[in-house]
């Protein structure tokens, strides 16, 4: 399984996913500042990627904090939580890592300070093996709807790249694949960044999976002929009401599912859902550069000089075109997804079943 990150004789290293699939080279962070550059420059990507990321950069920067207190130590560490905070806006993840380390730091607050260094390390280890089991249950759970034969329909990458491990949209196939089951994957290639080009076609034919790209304007041809029995994508923020917010191109992936009747799964890990946000509506998306979308990989110009360019990096799709969505804790319908919040011990009521 190919790992994204991890925390190797302390230093961050991360496989530089920007220049994937033509090379394959891995970065070494040695301060929490490179850390963030490379959440920034998508060398490390994918919602649950950039939130171990966030938590491996605080630990790292912890590990050069010199606190003769636990108040101290927290306060040297606010501007590198500022800093993670800042570096990508959309994917709930990072805040969620956030606000796991400080808590994870309060409850220990009278350790040392030299206890806590070494104990943030284990915890940001632990938030990316946790991830890893996470996604295995998002497989469990997400493989029934996976049938012999499907063709399933992906967006972006949501595979092990964008996670500790596995992958979230990726973890059903692989269940479903190790149950016996035959099927294909079709992988949008998701301009302008191409992560399912670059990276979701790769990781696919790296473990064997019958895979076939296509340009973003394909699926509804496919979908059209009938080519397509279900899609599922992953998520960087799932709203309280079921709202889904990921790669740009989801949301048209989505409204074509529902005109031709096809299944829209989103697989959510319980670490994308943003409990406090009530709607869609309100989630932050990020904008990025002009010349992700007017060149191709800084080397060739594909638009006239000076053109005005709209780059959302994500979009909404809301609840009523998805048809599930698939956690850890079981697949759920969109609208009770506030179910996982209340703690609610009879959770099974809820539990969405793939017909026979
Ligand atoms: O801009 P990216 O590559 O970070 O966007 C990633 C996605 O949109 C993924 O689908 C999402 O983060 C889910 S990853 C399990």
């Given at each position: 399984?190919?790992?994204?990150?991890?925390?190797?004789?302390?230093?961050?290293?991360?496989?530089?996913?920007?220049?994937?699939?033509?090379?394959?080279?891995?970065?070494?962070?040695?301060?929490?500042?490179?850390?963030?550059?490379?959440?920034?420059?998508?060398?490390?990507?994918?919602?649950?990627?950039?939130?171990?990321?966030?938590?491996?950069?605080?630990?790292?920067?912890?590990?050069?904090?010199?606190?003769?207190?636990?108040?101290?130590?927290?306060?040297?560490?606010?501007?590198?939580?500022?800093?993670?905070?800042?570096?990508?806006?959309?994917?709930?993840?990072?805040?969620?890592?956030?606000?796991?380390?400080?808590?994870?730091?309060?409850?220990?607050?009278?350790?040392?300070?030299?206890?806590?260094?070494?104990?943030?390390?284990?915890?940001?280890?632990?938030?990316?093996?946790?991830?890893?089991?996470?996604?295995?249950?998002?497989?469990?759970?997400?493989?029934?709807?996976?049938?012999?034969?499907d063709t399933i329909l992906t967006h972006?990458?949501?595979?092990?790249?964008?996670?500790?491990?596995?992958?979230?949209a990726?973890?059903?196939?692989?269940?479903?694949?190790?149950?016996?089951?035959?099927?294909q994957v079709i992988a949008d290639?998701?301009?302008?960044?191409?992560?399912g080009?670059?990276?979701?076609?790769?990781?696919?034919?790296?473990?064997?999976?019958?895979?076939t790209?296509i340009?973003?304007?394909t699926a509804?041809?496919l979908m059209?002929?009938?080519a397509i029995d279900l899609a599922i994508v992953?998520?960087?923020?799932?709203?309280?009401?079921?709202?889904?917010?990921?790669?740009?191109?989801?949301?048209?992936v989505?409204?074509l599912c529902?005109?031709?009747?096809i299944?829209f799964y989103?697989?959510?890990?319980?670490?994308?859902?943003?409990?406090?946000?009530?709607?869609?509506?309100?989630?932050?998306?990020?904008?990025?550069?002009?010349?992700?979308?007017?060149?191709?990989?800084?080397?060739?110009?594909?638009?006239?000089?000076?053109?005005?360019?709209?780059?959302?990096?994500?979009?909404?799709?809301?609840?009523?075109?998805?048809?599930?969505?698939?956690?850890?804790?079981?697949?759920?319908?969109?609208?009770?997804?506030?179910?996982?919040?209340?703690?609610?011990?009879?959770?099974?009521?809820?539990?969405?079943?793939?017909?026979?």
């Open positions: 399984m190919v790992r994204a990150i991890e925390w190797k004789n302390g230093r961050v290293v991360m496989l530089d996913q920007s220049r994937l699939p033509v090379e394959v080279e891995y970065i070494i962070c040695a301060d929490y500042l490179k850390v963030a550059e490379g959440i920034k420059k998508l060398w490390i990507r994918g919602a649950p990627a950039i939130g171990i990321a966030a938590a491996m950069g605080i630990a790292l920067a912890a590990q050069d904090v010199k606190a003769d207190s636990f108040d101290n130590f927290l306060n040297k560490l606010s501007p590198v939580f500022d800093t993670m905070l800042s570096t990508r806006p959309t994917a709930v993840n990072i805040k969620w890592a956030v606000e796991r380390i400080k808590a994870f730091l309060n409850i220990h607050k009278d350790n040392s300070v030299a206890e806590l260094k070494i104990m943030l390390i284990e915890e940001a280890q632990r938030i990316l093996e946790e991830d890893i089991q996470v996604n295995k249950a998002i497989g469990t759970w997400g493989a029934q709807f996976i049938k012999d034969g972006c990458n949501a595979g092990a790249l964008a996670t500790g491990g596995y992958g979230t990726t973890a059903p196939m692989l269940v479903a694949r190790e149950q016996g089951k035959k099927f290639e998701t301009r302008p960044v191409l992560q080009a670059r990276l979701t076609a790769w990781e696919l034919m790296q473990e064997e999976i019958p895979v790209l340009t973003d304007n509804g041809a059209k002929k009938g992953g998520t960087d923020r799932t709203a309280l009401n079921g709202d889904v917010a990921n790669k740009i191109g989801t949301y048209t989505a409204v529902k005109e031709h009747k299944p989103v697989a959510a890990p319980l670490s994308s859902i943003d409990f406090s946000m009530l709607s869609g509506d309100l989630i932050p998306i990020e904008e990025r550069s002009p010349e992700e979308v007017t060149n191709v990989f800084g080397k060739c110009v594909i638009a006239p000089e000076g053109v005005k360019v709209c780059n959302l990096a994500f979009d909404v799709t809301p609840a009523k075109y998805v048809t599930a969505i698939i956690t850890e804790k079981g697949a759920f319908k969109p609208e009770h997804i506030k179910e996982l919040a209340k703690n609610n011990a009879s959770l099974d009521k809820f539990r969405i079943k793939a017909s026979k």
